[in-house]
């Protein structure tokens, strides 16, 4: 079974740039989160969504981030325009959502890099 | 103070020994802790979870919640370099004001190296 993949590896580009980034999760899996790790501080959560419906984004750190979940299948994230701060890696996880706690499966991460 | 903190070593032990990571965190609201281990140029991997106080054994992992003492321990025994990695401490902070189960917030990490 394939895992959560993310699409790119790596990214690099310029301040005011624009980037998405992709995320497709374990089929069958109606939750799909984003995360992010800046270098230096913890893995933070950005979003949640359930099928295609926002369930919680309290972590978005302000509105250059884009979070789109279309028909409830793959996700993306777009970062317009990207800053310095914005460099790190971007993890995106999904799980099944049955009750008790969330086993999240992780993908390996976009790592951007804002220049 | 924050709500997680967690040493991030780095950790360098010898194979065979036992390993014992912790954590402390804040908020006594917490019920479930979980730990991820996360090997380089990877996503973190969930190794074990605990609810609430008490101790939970997988193999050679336990892992250890004290809840009075808001601490948290994930002890290796026999370690073995395959378990060179980078653990996490984790708690669903969604719960705590009707957010999102899978909301986790993170400690820093301990980077583990175990040599042969």
């Known amino acids: 079974e394939a895992g959560v993949t993310q699409f790119p590896s790596h990214s690099v580009i310029e301040k005011g740039q624009t980037v998405t980034l992709r995320c497709d999760p374990i089929s069958g899996h109606d939750n799909l989160y984003w995360y992010r790790r800046v270098m230096g501080k913890e893995i933070k959560f950005l979003l949640h969504?359930?099928?295609?419906?926002?369930?919680?984004e309290s972590g978005m750190p302000n509105n250059r981030f884009l979070a789109e979940r279309t028909g409830g299948t793959y996700s993306t994230l777009k970062v317009q325009p990207a800053e310095l701060e914005d460099s790190g890696v971007y993890f995106c996880a999904s799980s099944q959502g049955l009750s008790g706690y969330e086993k999240l499966f992780f993908g390996s991460g976009t790592q951007l890099s804002v220049l | 103070q924050k709500e997680v903190e967690q040493d991030p070593g780095p950790l360098s032990v010898p194979e065979g020994a036992i390993v014992s990571l912790n954590c402390t965190y804040s908020n006594s609201a917490f019920q479930y802790f979980m730990w991820y281990r996360q090997y380089s140029r990877k996503g973190p991997e969930l190794l074990m979870y605990t609810y609430s106080s008490g101790n939970k054994e997988d193999g050679r992992f336990t892992a250890q919640v004290d809840k009075s003492s808001k601490y948290i321990s994930l002890f290796i025994r026999d370690s073995q370099p395959s378990d060179s990695a980078t653990y996490l401490c984790a708690m669903p902070q969604g719960l705590n004001y009707g957010g999102s189960q899978g909301n986790l917030i993170f400690g820093k990490g301990t980077k583990l190296s175990v040599k042969p």
């Open positions: 969504f359930v099928k295609e419906s926002k369930q919680d």
